[in-house]
């Protein structure tokens, strides 16, 4: 989710769990709050966009897959404040439900990768807190996986 910086009220957030033959789809963050982590794949959700619509858009610019998108799953709260403890970033994230239709993966949009990744990959990669807890409450992972998770 790029940009947002200091804003004047929160932001709402939308992504979408994509499974795939015993994969999840991920992307490493390549802007801020979350830049070089790997999280669901998502994005701002525009004026006049459903959730579904902001889901699938998103998955497409991100990652080049086109998707289904289904009803919520998951909702959090990115919230980061600077030194001063002023707020740097606010977003309020719904994770949608999604199917796989189509396409191949490929980094885009502000995504630094984007790939498939096992449950046994996970342990290798830099994961924000948000997206272990969702695989967890999903059962993707055990909800006791011990990765290298250290972003909100």
Same mark, same amino acid.
């Given at each position: 989710?790029?940009?947002?910086?200091?804003?004047?009220?929160?932001?709402?957030?939308?992504?979408?769990?994509?499974?795939?033959?015993?994969?999840?789809?991920?992307?490493?963050?390549?802007?801020?709050?979350?830049?070089?982590?790997?999280?669901?794949?998502?994005?701002?959700?525009?004026?006049?966009?459903? &959730?579904?619509?902001?889901? +699938?858009?998103?998955? @497409?610019?991100?990652?080049? /897959? !086109?998707?289904? =998108?289904?009803?919520?799953?998951?909702?959090?709260?990115? &919230?980061?404040?600077?030194? +001063?403890?002023?707020? @740097?970033?606010?977003?309020? /994230? !719904?994770?949608? =439900?999604?199917?796989?239709?189509?396409?191949?993966?490929?980094?885009?949009?502000?995504?630094?990768?984007?790939?498939?990744?096992?449950?046994?990959?996970?342990?290798?990669?830099?994961?924000?807190?948000?997206?272990?807890?969702?695989?967890?409450?999903?059962?993707?992972?055990?909800?006791?996986?011990?990765?290298?998770?250290?972003?909100?």
């Amino acid at each position: 989710m790029a940009g947002g910086e200091y804003p004047d009220h929160p932001r709402v957030g939308v992504g979408a769990v994509v499974l795939r033959e015993g994969c999840v789809l991920l992307v490493q963050r390549g802007a801020a709050p979350a830049r070089e982590f790997w999280a669901i794949p998502g994005g701002r959700l525009r004026l006049g966009e459903t &959730l579904q619509e902001g889901a +699938e858009r998103e998955i @497409r610019e991100e990652t080049g /897959i !086109v998707i289904c =998108a289904g009803e919520p799953i998951f909702t959090c709260d990115s &919230l980061m404040r600077d030194e +001063e403890g002023r707020v @740097r970033f606010h977003y309020v /994230i !719904v994770d949608m =439900a999604a199917d796989y239709v189509s396409g191949e993966v490929r980094a885009a949009d502000d995504a630094l990768d984007a790939r498939w990744v096992s449950p046994a990959e996970l342990r290798y990669l830099t994961v924000t807190k948000s997206t272990l807890k969702l695989l967890g409450q999903i059962g993707f992972i055990s909800p006791f996986f011990s990765g290298n998770e250290v972003m909100p």
